[in-house]
């Protein structure tokens, strides 16, 4: 008995120093392994990338803390004992977000060799910024652009900036194309105030071609909010007379707004409302009011007949033909169709059957009308509740947007793919989203072809390559 008592602890003995031994092989090889897969490069740059990847997809999140790959050590997110220098995990993700962001800055001014020609034209735009010259106030803009919008001809651009001690400005930039390959802007000092915010602008046709802005202003207080129409020539430094604004009509929470060119329904505007769509005449001042089940927040008329089509916060589009009167109940709706979030924006073709639709769940699609259904879909744009357009030209086959990170991107029109992705000037702040305008002619037929951009106090132009055989460009931030 004794014998085997003592063989039993003999054995027990063998087998921990053999345990030992195994893990010791283990952990070495282990070691070796993780030396081999992952740090194979003898580039210390790439040494560190792949350590730093390594630690990032092992390490487990602690609550509270946070592990810092550079110092190799956890530290607390939440303010200690001493209340100095609290972190959140907020301000950690604006850190990465920020770094990212500089990242493609840099990237974005290092030229590269392009291999696809159909991105060259995309890949080739030069950033530069713009002085804005004006006839009289010779100091700089101080006040932050909010909205930019081109006319047709892309000669004139409205804007909507916001002033420090409440509401905003408007005025409108007069472009003109240089010699050199560059633009000249001039403001018009007859600049319009007012308390109110700006919902939605596009440019009218009353007289002539973009002779007015329609702007839907949103109520606040006691003042009631309204859909104006503003001749362009109260912005003007040649203009001696100050004519007064043609109309005003008082509406309450106008979302979008949309002029008509076809001759059927000359001189008539629509507003989007909440559970409302209302057109009107401009001159005669006749009204046909829809009633909808929800907010109307994107709108546009097609061309070739009267036909206006919208989108709304339940996601739903449909078009109303004018021509269609008197029906009860939602019978003058056709064309019915629907994508997952709050539409924020369409916007047709030239081929009027088919329309471009953004919604706030960051989808871009492209609808067929006449199918209700979509053909295409434009992926990577970024928005959760923002009230973002998207723009069209299809003279260049380009889909451009802003996201709600602050990013301008660049679709193919055709195929969906992303051609570019511009970063933004400045860093992103939900505040400092920026505005574009893209044309094939800034400044009007003999202007250049590119891409302004609003952002801050600041104007930026992108002249666009229109030499497709050129493919000395810069690398598309992805």
């Not at 973009?210 to 912005?235: E, I, K, Y």
């Not at 709600?404 to 991107?409: A, G, K, N, P």
Request: proline fraction near 5%; aromatic fraction near 8%.
């Amino acid at each position: 008995y004794t014998m085997r008592k003592w063989n039993s602890r003999e054995e027990r003995r063998s087998r921990r120093r053999q345990g030992a031994h195994r893990n010791d092989w283990y952990r070495d090889n282990r070691q070796s392994a993780f030396e081999n897969k992952t740090l194979g490069s003898d580039n210390p740059v790439s040494l560190y990338s792949r350590i730093a990847t390594f630690f990032r997809h092992s390490l487990i999140e602690l609550p509270g803390f946070y592990f810092d790959v550079e110092k190799n050590r956890y530290f607390r997110l939440l303010p200690g004992h001493n209340n100095c220098n609290p972190l959140t995990k907020e301000q950690l993700q604006e850190k990465e977000r920020e770094k990212h962001r500089a990242r493609l800055l840099s990237e974005d001014d290092q030229p590269f060799k392009v291999q696809l020609v159909h991105e060259v034209k995309a890949s080739g735009m030069m950033r530069q910024r713009l002085e804005v010259k004006s006839t009289e106030n010779h100091s700089p803009n101080q006040d932050n652009f909010r909205v930019i919008v081109g006319d047709s001809a892309s000669e004139r651009v409205f804007t909507v900036n916001d002033v420090s001690h409440g509401g905003c400005k408007y005025g409108i930039m007069n472009f003109k194309g240089c010699s050199r390959g560059s633009l000249a802007v001039e403001m018009c000092d007859n600049l319009y105030f007012t308390n109110r915010k700006v919902n939605s602008i596009c440019w009218a046709s009353v007289n002539h071609p973009d002779s007015h802005v329609l702007l839907c202003l949103v109520g606040m207080a006691d003042t009631p909010g309204c859909v104006s129409l503003l001749p362009a020539s109260l912005f003007s430094n040649s203009n001696p007379e100050q004519p007064g604004m043609l109309c005003s009509f008082k509406i309450s929470a106008a979302w979008s707004c949309a002029w008509c060119l076809n001759p059927q329904a000359d001189k008539s505007f629509s507003t989007g409302l909440s559970r409302r769509i209302i057109v009107q005449d401009a001159e005669a001042r006749r009204t046909q009011t829809y009633s909808v089940t929800s907010d109307v927040l994107a709108q546009q008329f097609a061309v070739r007949a009267p036909v206006l089509f919208n989108g709304c916060r339940s996601g739903e589009m449909f078009s109303i033909d004018l021509r269609v009167r008197g029906r009860r109940g939602g019978g003058w709706k056709s064309s019915r169709f629907h994508q997952e979030s709050a539409i924020t924006s369409v916007r047709l073709l030239q081929d009027e059957n088919y329309l471009l639709a953004a919604d706030m769940l960051g989808q871009i699609k492209l609808w067929d009308v006449r199918a209700t259904k979509p053909v295409r879909e434009y992926k990577g744009h970024h928005n959760e509740h923002a009230y973002l357009p998207i723009h069209v030209n299809e003279a260049e086959g380009l889909l451009l947007a802003v996201g709600q990170d602050c990013y301008t991107r660049l679709w193919s029109l055709q195929d969906g793919q992303l051609l570019r992705t511009i970063p933004s000037p400045h860093p992103a702040a939900k505040d400092l989203i920026p505005s574009v305008v893209f044309s094939s002619q800034l400044g009007g037929r003999r202007g250049l072809p590119g891409l302004l951009m609003a952002v801050k106090h600041d104007l930026y132009y992108f002249s666009y390559n229109t030499d497709p055989q050129d493919t000395t460009t810069r690398q598309p931030a992805r």
